[in-house]
Structure formats: structure tokens, C-alpha cells
């Protein structure tokens, strides 16, 4: 189901994830400045989903999932930690950083699926040659 539109999508297992599903649209970003908590869940949702359609398995509980990421890029799993470190009583600062990560792993994600962080990264490990 596209979290977006709410429209039934079946995605082949190949596709990248819809670049229009990152997680900082205007529309999102409105809504969470009224409701930062529900905001964050949102968001939260939309990562899970992403990282579904990446080839990530589905998973049950945050420590699996965080475990998967953490397998494939110990930056994502750092991420999306982040969000899982929010309490009842965190202050809007948390909330900002936790709204942050999850927006830069869903860049991550986006990038990982169309292979453009992977290219840039070949050619950075790459030593170059005089010639």
C-alpha cells in the first residue's frame, strides 16, 4: 500500500521506492509542526515501509530491523536508533533530531535504490591512477 495516496501498490522486487515517498514533503512537514509525536510516527512508518521495498525482510520488532540495517550500513542503523531513543517526556530538540535522522536515512534509502550512493562510493574507494 503506497503510505502517500493510500492506493494498493504491488512493487516488483527490483524497483526502487518512489522518490515522492521521502519523508520530507511539505505537506508532512506541516503536520508535524502541529503534532511532532504523530509527525515522527509517520515518518517512522514511511522508513519501514522504504526499507521494505529496498529488500529489507519484514520484520516484527525495531531490534530486528535495526539489526538488518546495521548488517548492510552501520550508518542507517545509528539513524534510525536515534528514533527509537524518544521517551514520553522528550523535548522538541529530540524530536528535530530524531525528524532529521529519519529523513536522512530515507535520503540513504533512496539513493541505495538508485544506485547513486553506491557509484559514488565505488569511485571514492577506487585509487586513482596516473596515466
Do not use: F, Q
Not at 32 to 42: E, H, K, M, N, T
Not at 47 to 74: H, I, Q, W
Request: aromatic share 2%.
Amino acid at each position: 500500500m503506497d503510505l502517500l495516496s493510500g492506493k494498493r501498490v504491488t512493487p516488483s522486487s527490483n524497483a526502487p521506492p518512489p522518490a515522492r515517498a521521502a519523508v520530507g514533503t511539505r505537506a508532512g512537514s506541516a503536520r508535524s509542526g502541529a503534532r511532532p509525536r504523530g509527525g515522527l510516527a509517520s515518518r517512522k512508518r514511511v522508513v519501514e515501509e522504504m526499507t521494505r521495498r529496498v529488500g529489507y525482510p519484514a520484520r516484527l520488532t525495531d531490534k530486528e530491523r535495526m539489526d538488518d540495517l546495521a548488517s548492510v550500513d552501520r550508518r542507517h542503523a545509528d539513524r534510525y536508533r536515534t528514533g527509537l531513543g524518544l521517551k514520553a517526556d522528550s523535548t522538541t530538540e529530540e524530536m528535530r533530531r530524531t525528524l532529521r535522522s529519519y529523513l536522512d536515512l530515507a535520503r540513504d534509502l533512496l539513493d541505495r535504490g538508485t544506485g547513486a550512493s553506491s557509484a559514488a562510493v565505488e569511485a571514492e574507494s577506487r585509487p586513482e591512477i596516473a596515466g
